[in-house]
C-alpha cells in the first residue's frame, strides 16, 4: 500500500491547507521485520516510570521475532532501562503469530535497534504483549522451546477470523473473566487472560499509573478501567485508539443497564472474589449484539441517532398520537419503533434522553426475539440518565416491525401502560398511521446514487444540532463486512479522530482530505455538521469539495425526511 | 436459585521461595515435575477444570514468579481470592515458620469478608525426601493448623505426585462451600425480573 496522502486545514479554507499526517497513518506502512511495542498510560511525561525497577526485576528478556516465537534471552531482567539496549521488556508472553508470513519465519533478529518512535508516548518495548490473546495454553509465562512452537497449536484456528475479528474482554478486578466475545478464536481460556490482564493493570496501578494501550505491530489493546471491572479489546483494524475506548465503555453501560453501578460496587465491596459472570447469565445476548453493531458502527462513536428516513407529516401523525394523557406522572421516554429506527420520540419537558441510554434501549429491543412476539415489562437501568437504578420499560410490538416501548420510572406503571397502549393503537390504526409507517420501512435506506454526484462513493453527515446522521447504503464494493468496508470505516475513524484531536492533536481541524490507492476521503467540520465522505481516488480534490457541497445542500433539502425534528415533549 | 453454570474460584499460592509452590501446581495441571523456572509478568496463571460434588469448577490458580523472596506481591494478586494454599517444605522449619506470617500478609492484603472462617489449606511439601532430613513433624504441623481454626493439613510431594489430587480436590470444595454461601445470602435481584428491589431510587422528580 502506497502512504496516503493527507491534507488538512484548520479553517475552512483549502488553501492553507497543512500537511497533518495522524501518527496513526505514519505507520500503517510499516514493514518492521521486528513489531516494536509500546505501552501507553496516563502518565505520559514520564515514560521511564512506565515500568519501575521492581516490576523489572519481575520480568524476564524477551526476544520477540516476527515468526513469533519469543524465547526467554539469557540472563536476568535488571532495573532502570538504558537507552543503548532496550532492555523494557515485559515478560509478558507471545504473540504468537498465526499471522506471520512463513518467508519471515526463523529469520531471528537481535533486539530492535530501529525503533520507531512512539508518538510521544512512552515507549517500552514489550516482548509482544499482543500475545495476551495468544498465550500459550495454560501459562501466563514465557513459553519456552519445550511448550512446542505455535504452528503445533494453532491448527484448529481459522487465521482469517482472527485477524479481522475485534475481541472483547471484561473481567473483575480480582482477575476473574465475566465476559469474552468470542471464545472460539481464543486458544487461551478467559481465565488465564483475565488473570494476566489483571496483572498487567496491577504493575502500572502499583505506580499510581494505568495503563492505557498496547501497541505492537498492526495490533492494539486499549485498556479501561472501570473498578470493580477492567474491560480490553484486540483489534488489528488500525483504528484509533478512542474509538476502542468508546466501544469498551458501551460494554461498560451495557453490563450496568443489567446489574445498576450500586449494585456492582455493593456486591464488589461486600465480597471481592463476587463472580459477577453468574448474574450476568442470560444477559450476555446484549452483550453479543453490543458488540456486533459497534464494529461498523458510527452511531456510538458520534454519540447520535439515525431515525427512520420518512414523511415528516407521518411522523407528526405518530407523534401526535404518542402524547401521554398527564396523570401519567413518571413516565419517562415515548418511543415509536421501526425495524430498529426510531420513528419518533417524546419525552418530559424537563428530562433529555442521552444518545447511550437510547442505544442501549434499541439493542435490547434488537437483541432479542421474545420481546417481539409477547408484551414485556422489564428493569433497566439507563445509565446516562441514572447509573443507581432501574427504569421499567413496557414493550410491545404491534407488528413484526413496529414496536412501541413506554420507559417509566413506576414499577408499578404496567397496567396503566398496558391500557393506555390499547388506546395508542387505536388511535395509530384509524388514520393508517401504522400501515403507512410500515410501507416507509422500505424506503428508509437510499443509495448513494440519489445524490447523483460522480465519484462519490458514501459518506456520513452529522447534524451537530440535531445530534443525528445520516448515511447511504453500503453499495458494493462495501456491501458485505469486508475488508474494503473495513478499511473505510477505519479512516472515517481516523478522519472523526483527526477533526476532533482525540489524540492528542495540537488542534482539531476543520478540513481534511487523505488519499489512498483505493479512495480518497474527506472529512468537513462546519458549525451545523460533520461531513465524512469516501470519494474516487481519481477525483480531483475540488471535485471532493464539490461533492461535499452537493452532500450539504441535499441533506438541506431532505432534512425534513432524514432526521427527527420537533419532537413533543410532555 | 441453583446456578448449574461453571464457577470459577481464584486460588493463590503463597509460601518462603523454593518450598515447591511451582513445582505442586504444574504436577496439579500439566501433570509432569518440572525445575523450570517460568518467570512471568510477576504472577503465572494455570487453569484446571475438575467436579466436585456435581459441579464444575474451573481452578483459576495464582502463583508467583519467585519475587515472594524479596517484595511483597502486591493487594492485586491477593484481591478477590477464594481459597488460599499455604505452603512450606517439611526439610525447613524456617519455611514453616514463616507460614504464620504468610497468613497474615493474606488476611491484610485481601481482607476477606469473614477472615474466621477464610478457606485455607497448608501443604507440607517434599516427602520424598530422606526421613532424616525432615525438620518439621506432621504432629507439630497439625497442631499449628489446629490453633489457627482447623485448617486442612496436606503431606504432599510434587515430585512424586503423592496427595497432589487430593489436597487440591479439597482446597476446591473448601473454596466452593465458602461460595455456595455467598449465593445463599445475595439479595442482588434478577436483573430481568418485574419485582425488582432496587427499583425505588430512580431519581427521576418528573
Ligand atoms: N524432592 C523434591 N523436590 C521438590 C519438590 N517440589 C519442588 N521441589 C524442588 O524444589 C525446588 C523449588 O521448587 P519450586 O516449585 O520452584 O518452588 P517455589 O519457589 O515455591 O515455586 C525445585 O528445585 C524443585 O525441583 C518435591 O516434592 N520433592
Ligand atoms: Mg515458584
Redesign the interface.
Same mark, same amino acid.
Not at chain 1, 181 to 199: F, I, K, M, R, Y
Not at chain 1, 364 to 392: D, Y
Not at chain 2, 90 to 116: I, T, Y
Given at each position: 500500500m502506497s502512504a496516503p496522502e493527507a491534507d488538512a486545514a484548520r479553517d475552512n479554507a483549502p488553501s492553507a491547507a497543512q500537511l497533518a499526517l495522524p501518527p496513526t497513518l505514519s505507520r500503517a506502512t510499516s514493514t518492521s521485520a521486528l513489531s516494536v511495542v509500546s505501552v501507553e498510560s496516563s502518565l505520559q511525561s514520564s515514560p521511564r516510570r512506565l515500568l519501575s525497577s521492581r516490576t523489572l526485576a519481575a520480568l524476564p528478556q524477551l526476544v520477540a521475532h516476527d515468526g513469533g516465537l519469543v524465547k526467554a534471552a539469557e540472563g536476568s531482567a535488571t532495573g532502570t532501562p538504558s537507552s543503548s539496549r532496550p532492555s523494557s521488556l515485559f515478560g509478558l508472553a507471545v504473540g504468537g503469530s498465526p499471522r506471520s508470513t512463513p518467508s519471515r519465519k526463523g529469520k531471528e533478529r537481535a533486539l530492535p535497534t530501529d525503533l520507531e518512535g512512539g508518538e510521544g508516548a512512552a515507549n517500552v518495548e514489550v516482548g509482544a504483549a499482543e500475545a495476551l490473546r495468544r498465550m500459550k495454553r495454560g501459562k501466563g509465562g514465557i513459553s519456552g522451546p519445550k511448550d512446542g512452537g505455535p504452528e503445533a497449536d494453532i491448527v484448529a484456528y481459522d487465521h482469517d477470523r482472527i485477524r479481522n475479528t475485534r475481541q472483547y474482554f471484561v473481567l473483575t478486578d480480582a482477575g476473574k473473566p465475566v465476559f469474552q466475545s468470542h471464545p472460539e478464536l481464543n486458544e487461551n481460556s478467559a481465565t488465564d487472560l483475565s488473570g494476566v490482564a489483571q496483572t498487567l493493570i496491577s504493575i502500572f496501578a502499583g505506580e499510581n499509573d494505568k495503563i492505557r494501550c498496547i501497541n505492537r505491530g498492526r495490533h492494539r489493546i486499549a485498556f479501561v478501567l472501570r473498578s470493580p471491572l477492567y474491560f480490553f479489546c484486540v483489534s488489528d483494524w488500525g483504528e484509533p485508539e478512542h474509538i476502542l475506548r468508546i466501544h469498551l465503555d458501551y460494554v461498560h453501560l451495557q453490563i450496568l443497564s443489567v446489574v445498576t453501578s450500586t449494585q456492582l460496587s455493593k456486591a464488589f465491596q461486600r465480597r471481592s472474589n463476587f463472580d459477577l459472570s453468574r448474574l450476568l447469565e442470560g444477559t450476555e445476548n446484549f452483550l453479543h449484539h453490543l458488540i456486533e453493531g459497534a464494529q461498523y458502527d458510527f452511531n456510538f462513536i458520534t454519540s447520535t441517532l439515525q431515525p427512520l428516513r420518512m414523511n415528516p407529516v407521518l411522523r407528526e401523525a405518530a407523534a401526535a398520537s404518542l402524547i401521554p394523557p398527564a396523570k401519567f406522572r413518571d413516565l419517562l421516554y415515548v418511543l415509536l419503533i421501526a425495524d430498529g429506527h426510531i420513528v419518533t420520540l417524546l419525552r418530559p419537558k424537563k428530562h433529555s434522553i442521552h444518545p447511550s441510554d437510547l442505544h442501549l434501549l434499541l439493542n435490547m429491543l434488537a437483541s432479542s426475539q421474545s420481546l417481539r412476539s409477547t408484551e414485556t415489562w422489564i428493569p433497566i437501568c439507563l445509565p446516562k440518565f441514572n447509573p443507581a437504578g432501574f427504569v421499567h420499560a413496557y414493550i410491545s410490538y404491534v407488528s413484526a416491525s413496529l414496536g412501541l416501548v413506554f420507559v417509566s420510572a413506576d414499577r408499578e406503571a404496567f397496567e396503566e401502560l398496558r391500557a393506555w397502549r390499547a388506546s395508542v393503537v387505536q388511535t395509530l390504526e384509524k388514520e393508517k398511521t401504522l400501515l403507512k409507517i410500515e410501507q416507509s420501512i422500505p424506503q428508509h435506506s437510499y443509495d448513494v446514487s440519489t445524490l447523483a454526484c460522480p465519484g462519490l462513493l458514501h459518506f456520513i453527515y452529522k447534524s451537530r444540532q440535531l445530534v443525528q446522521i445520516t448515511m447511504p447504503e453500503w453499495a458494493e464494493p462495501y456491501h458485505t463486512d469486508g475488508q474494503d468496508r473495513r478499511r473505510v470505516i477505519t479512516m472515517y475513524h481516523r478522519l472523526h479522530d483527526a477533526v476532533h484531536a482525540r489524540s492528542g492533536q495540537s488542534a482539531p481541524l476543520k478540513l481534511m482530505y487523505m488519499r489512498t490507492e483505493h479512495e480518497a476521503y474527506l472529512a468537513w467540520v462546519t458549525r451545523p455538521f460533520e461531513l465524512y465522505m469516501t470519494l474516487s481516488p481519481t477525483l480531483s480534490k475540488s471535485a471532493a469539495v464539490a461533492a461535499a457541497n452537493t452532500i450539504a445542500k441535499w441533506v438541506a433539502a431532505e432534512e425534513g425526511r432524514i432526521f427527527l425534528k420537533d419532537a413533543p415533549v410532555f | 436459585m441453583a446456578?448449574r453454570?461453571k464457577?470459577?474460584l481464584?486460588v493463590i499460592i503463597l509460601g518462603d521461595s523454593g518450598v515447591g509452590k511451582t513445582s505442586l501446581m504444574n504436577q496439579y495441571?500439566?501433570k509432569r515435575f518440572s525445575n523450570?523456572y517460568?518467570?512471568?509478568? %510477576?504472577?503465572? =496463571?494455570?487453569?484446571r477444570e475438575l467436579v466436585v460434588d456435581d459441579r464444575v469448577v474451573?481452578m483459576?490458580l495464582?502463583d508467583t514468579?519467585?519475587?515472594e523472596r524479596?517484595?511483597s506481591l %502486591?493487594?492485586? =494478586?491477593y484481591?478477590?481470592?477464594?481459597c488460599c494454599v499455604l505452603v512450606y517444605d517439611v526439610n525447613s522449619s524456617k519455611s514453616f515458620e514463616a507460614l504464620d506470617g504468610w497468613r497474615d500478609e493474606f488476611l491484610v492484603q485481601?481482607?476477606?469478608?469473614d477472615p474466621e472462617n477464610f478457606p485455607f489449606v497448608v501443604l507440607g511439601n517434599k516427602i520424598d525426601m530422606e526421613e532424616s532430613k525432615r525438620m518439621v513433624s506432621q504432629k507439630r504441623a497439625m497442631t499449628w493448623c489446629q490453633a489457627k481454626g482447623n485448617i486442612p493439613y496436606f503431606e504432599t510431594s510434587a515430585k512424586e505426585a503423592i496427595n497432589v489430587e487430593q489436597a487440591f480436590q479439597t482446597i476446591a470444595k473448601n473454596a466452593l462451600a465458602q461460595?455456595a454461601e455467598?449465593e445463599l445470602y445475595?439479595d442482588?435481584?434478577d436483573?430481568?425480573?418485574?419485582?425488582?428491589e432496587?427499583?425505588?431510587?430512580?431519581?427521576?422528580?418528573?
Amino acid at each position: 500500500m502506497s502512504a496516503p496522502e493527507a491534507d488538512a486545514a484548520r479553517d475552512n479554507a483549502p488553501s492553507a491547507a497543512q500537511l497533518a499526517l495522524p501518527p496513526t497513518l505514519s505507520r500503517a506502512t510499516s514493514t518492521s521485520a521486528l513489531s516494536v511495542v509500546s505501552v501507553e498510560s496516563s502518565l505520559q511525561s514520564s515514560p521511564r516510570r512506565l515500568l519501575s525497577s521492581r516490576t523489572l526485576a519481575a520480568l524476564p528478556q524477551l526476544v520477540a521475532h516476527d515468526g513469533g516465537l519469543v524465547k526467554a534471552a539469557e540472563g536476568s531482567a535488571t532495573g532502570t532501562p538504558s537507552s543503548s539496549r532496550p532492555s523494557s521488556l515485559f515478560g509478558l508472553a507471545v504473540g504468537g503469530s498465526p499471522r506471520s508470513t512463513p518467508s519471515r519465519k526463523g529469520k531471528e533478529r537481535a533486539l530492535p535497534t530501529d525503533l520507531e518512535g512512539g508518538e510521544g508516548a512512552a515507549n517500552v518495548e514489550v516482548g509482544a504483549a499482543e500475545a495476551l490473546r495468544r498465550m500459550k495454553r495454560g501459562k501466563g509465562g514465557i513459553s519456552g522451546p519445550k511448550d512446542g512452537g505455535p504452528e503445533a497449536d494453532i491448527v484448529a484456528y481459522d487465521h482469517d477470523r482472527i485477524r479481522n475479528t475485534r475481541q472483547y474482554f471484561v473481567l473483575t478486578d480480582a482477575g476473574k473473566p465475566v465476559f469474552q466475545s468470542h471464545p472460539e478464536l481464543n486458544e487461551n481460556s478467559a481465565t488465564d487472560l483475565s488473570g494476566v490482564a489483571q496483572t498487567l493493570i496491577s504493575i502500572f496501578a502499583g505506580e499510581n499509573d494505568k495503563i492505557r494501550c498496547i501497541n505492537r505491530g498492526r495490533h492494539r489493546i486499549a485498556f479501561v478501567l472501570r473498578s470493580p471491572l477492567y474491560f480490553f479489546c484486540v483489534s488489528d483494524w488500525g483504528e484509533p485508539e478512542h474509538i476502542l475506548r468508546i466501544h469498551l465503555d458501551y460494554v461498560h453501560l451495557q453490563i450496568l443497564s443489567v446489574v445498576t453501578s450500586t449494585q456492582l460496587s455493593k456486591a464488589f465491596q461486600r465480597r471481592s472474589n463476587f463472580d459477577l459472570s453468574r448474574l450476568l447469565e442470560g444477559t450476555e445476548n446484549f452483550l453479543h449484539h453490543l458488540i456486533e453493531g459497534a464494529q461498523y458502527d458510527f452511531n456510538f462513536i458520534t454519540s447520535t441517532l439515525q431515525p427512520l428516513r420518512m414523511n415528516p407529516v407521518l411522523r407528526e401523525a405518530a407523534a401526535a398520537s404518542l402524547i401521554p394523557p398527564a396523570k401519567f406522572r413518571d413516565l419517562l421516554y415515548v418511543l415509536l419503533i421501526a425495524d430498529g429506527h426510531i420513528v419518533t420520540l417524546l419525552r418530559p419537558k424537563k428530562h433529555s434522553i442521552h444518545p447511550s441510554d437510547l442505544h442501549l434501549l434499541l439493542n435490547m429491543l434488537a437483541s432479542s426475539q421474545s420481546l417481539r412476539s409477547t408484551e414485556t415489562w422489564i428493569p433497566i437501568c439507563l445509565p446516562k440518565f441514572n447509573p443507581a437504578g432501574f427504569v421499567h420499560a413496557y414493550i410491545s410490538y404491534v407488528s413484526a416491525s413496529l414496536g412501541l416501548v413506554f420507559v417509566s420510572a413506576d414499577r408499578e406503571a404496567f397496567e396503566e401502560l398496558r391500557a393506555w397502549r390499547a388506546s395508542v393503537v387505536q388511535t395509530l390504526e384509524k388514520e393508517k398511521t401504522l400501515l403507512k409507517i410500515e410501507q416507509s420501512i422500505p424506503q428508509h435506506s437510499y443509495d448513494v446514487s440519489t445524490l447523483a454526484c460522480p465519484g462519490l462513493l458514501h459518506f456520513i453527515y452529522k447534524s451537530r444540532q440535531l445530534v443525528q446522521i445520516t448515511m447511504p447504503e453500503w453499495a458494493e464494493p462495501y456491501h458485505t463486512d469486508g475488508q474494503d468496508r473495513r478499511r473505510v470505516i477505519t479512516m472515517y475513524h481516523r478522519l472523526h479522530d483527526a477533526v476532533h484531536a482525540r489524540s492528542g492533536q495540537s488542534a482539531p481541524l476543520k478540513l481534511m482530505y487523505m488519499r489512498t490507492e483505493h479512495e480518497a476521503y474527506l472529512a468537513w467540520v462546519t458549525r451545523p455538521f460533520e461531513l465524512y465522505m469516501t470519494l474516487s481516488p481519481t477525483l480531483s480534490k475540488s471535485a471532493a469539495v464539490a461533492a461535499a457541497n452537493t452532500i450539504a445542500k441535499w441533506v438541506a433539502a431532505e432534512e425534513g425526511r432524514i432526521f427527527l425534528k420537533d419532537a413533543p415533549v410532555f | 436459585m441453583a446456578s448449574r453454570k461453571k464457577v470459577l474460584l481464584k486460588v493463590i499460592i503463597l509460601g518462603d521461595s523454593g518450598v515447591g509452590k511451582t513445582s505442586l501446581m504444574n504436577q496439579y495441571v500439566n501433570k509432569r515435575f518440572s525445575n523450570q523456572y517460568k518467570a512471568t509478568i %510477576g504472577a503465572d =496463571f494455570l487453569t484446571r477444570e475438575l467436579v466436585v460434588d456435581d459441579r464444575v469448577v474451573t481452578m483459576q490458580l495464582w502463583d508467583t514468579a519467585g519475587q515472594e523472596r524479596f517484595q511483597s506481591l %502486591g493487594v492485586a =494478586f491477593y484481591r478477590g481470592a477464594d481459597c488460599c494454599v499455604l505452603v512450606y517444605d517439611v526439610n525447613s522449619s524456617k519455611s514453616f515458620e514463616a507460614l504464620d506470617g504468610w497468613r497474615d500478609e493474606f488476611l491484610v492484603q485481601a481482607s476477606p469478608h469473614d477472615p474466621e472462617n477464610f478457606p485455607f489449606v497448608v501443604l507440607g511439601n517434599k516427602i520424598d525426601m530422606e526421613e532424616s532430613k525432615r525438620m518439621v513433624s506432621q504432629k507439630r504441623a497439625m497442631t499449628w493448623c489446629q490453633a489457627k481454626g482447623n485448617i486442612p493439613y496436606f503431606e504432599t510431594s510434587a515430585k512424586e505426585a503423592i496427595n497432589v489430587e487430593q489436597a487440591f480436590q479439597t482446597i476446591a470444595k473448601n473454596a466452593l462451600a465458602q461460595e455456595a454461601e455467598t449465593e445463599l445470602y445475595a439479595d442482588y435481584p434478577d436483573p430481568i425480573r418485574i419485582d425488582s428491589e432496587n427499583s425505588q431510587n430512580y431519581g427521576c422528580n418528573c
